[in-house]
């Protein structure tokens, strides 16, 4: 860590997260100055109970970390995701993915969120030019037009063109712009836990949709799985509650016997479920990314997907203006941003929302025609496809880094 008091970089990025350190070795990766800061300590992020979550790296985000040279650090981590079963509650038919439909290559990989964590610090202390300040407090941000100071509470400050937001839902950076939000709450809540099982899930992940919200049950390394069970909230905390026996119980009503007797061998999380979208992302020298920007239900499980999606195309246009001799912080840079990433992001949140809604509901004719409806899209393969290389994170106008090009 620097002991400069005065700090110039290139860009300043507020959030230590996942996407926050993405979005540091990126810039970093073409020559830009980046400088991050986060209050918390990085250990803390890195600690086994500070979340319990698992993220589904889909192989363009793979693709990407490959490229900015973190892959490695969190590769023996990586469980490969060759299959995903879709099922609709006890209805007959189902949708069935297979990787080998569209290459001989994962769809993705699930990881420990701590692991990817390690990864990108790693990544952080072997780049020239990525810097962490952490744990450390902003006492103000000004924003003007030549640029952008953070000052710290211990003295230091740092001045870049361009700042970032990326410190998440909440994001404070948002609400000091007077972004407004689209946002509502679902009346569900997250459960999460890792489970082990007595027979292997040989790499496939598995999602039941149920009257309360989907469960899913994705692969890690050894006989386990990541469960992701959406639940009504009234139900969710007494569900939490259970003793342990009572719960893998539960557990087992909604899995059923594919993988024979499993329990849950993890503390126990729950998540609220909410969407929402900032009206615009980007503001006077500012860009929103990740979370803070957009957020969405995890019925698809791509939301860090596409938010590498906003970090890789930040880099592109920033870079390439940096390139050119801009002011890569100048409004008609971030435009370009915004106009690159508002229809992706927002279609994906209608998507999840749409299908939230669609199968969180047991009416009966409606579950007729969501069962019909997997059969359909499993029996026409021009359309599976489709829906193969929206899951492999591998459709649409993809940024370079995700196509595994450098910038």
């Known amino acids: ?35 991050v800061i986060d209050r918390q300590a990085p250990a803390a992020l890195t600690a086994p109970p500070y979340d319990g979550r698992v993220t589904s790296i889909a192989f363009g985000s793979h693709a990407m970390f490959d490229r900015l040279g973190v892959w490695p650090f969190m590769a023996d981590q990586a469980e490969p995701i060759l299959e995903i079963r879709v099922s609709d509650g006890g209805m007959p038919l189902f949708l069935h993915f297979d990787h080998r439909e569209v290459g001989d290559r994962p769809f993705g990989f699930m990881v420990e969120n701590r692991h990817i964590r390690i990864a ?51 994001s404070g950076l948002r609400a000091e712009a007077g972004i407004r939000l689209l946002s509502w709450d679902y009346p569900q809540d997250a459960i999460v836990c890792t489970v082990r099982h007595e027979r292997p899930h040989f790499g496939i992940a598995k999602e039941h949709f149920l009257p309360a919200g989907p469960f899913a049950l994705l692969p890690m390394r050894g006989d386990r799985s990541a469960l992701v069970w959406t639940e009504r909230r009234e139900l969710a905390e007494s569900m939490l509650a259970l003793p342990d026996a009572a719960f893998d119980a539960e557990i087992a009503a909604r899995a059923g016997d594919h993988w024979g007797a499993m329990h849950c061998d993890s ?7 909410g969407l929402q979208n900032a009206e615009r992302y980007i503001d006077d020298r500012l860009a929103l990314i990740g979370d803070a920007a ?38 008609a840079v971030l435009r370009r941003y915004q106009r690159w990433r508002r229809f992706d992001a927002f279609t994906m949140l209608l998507m999840t929302d749409g299908l939230n809604r669609l199968f969180s509901n047991n009416f009966g004719p409606v579950r007729l025609a969501r069962s019909l409806g997997l059969g359909m899209v499993n029996g026409l393969p021009p359309l599976k496809r489709l829906f193969e290389r929206h899951a492999a994170a591998l459709s649409g106008d993809l940024p370079r880094l995700i196509r595994g090009q450098a910038l």
């Open 1 to 35: 860590m620097t002991t400069a008091r005065a700090i110039d970089a290139d860009a300043l990025i507020i959030g230590g997260g996942m996407i926050g350190l993405s979005q540091a070795l990126a810039f970093a990766s073409a020559g830009l100055r980046a400088v």
């Open 120 to 170: 990108l610090l790693r990544g952080i202390e072997a780049a020239a030019d990525a810097t962490l300040l952490a744990p450390a407090e902003i006492a103000r941000i000004e924003r003007h037009a030549g640029g952008v100071v953070a000052h710290l509470a211990d003295g230091r400050s740092v001045k870049a063109p361009l700042l970032v937001g990326a410190e998440g839902r909440n």
């Open 267 to 273: 503390p126990r999380w729950r998540y609220p479920l």
């Open 294 to 331: 957009h957020a969405m239900h995890p019925i698809a499980g791509q939301g860090l997907n596409l938010g590498l999606r906003d970090v890789a195309a930040l880099a592109e246009v920033v870079t390439e203006a940096a390139r050119l001799g801009l002011d890569h912080g100048d409004g």
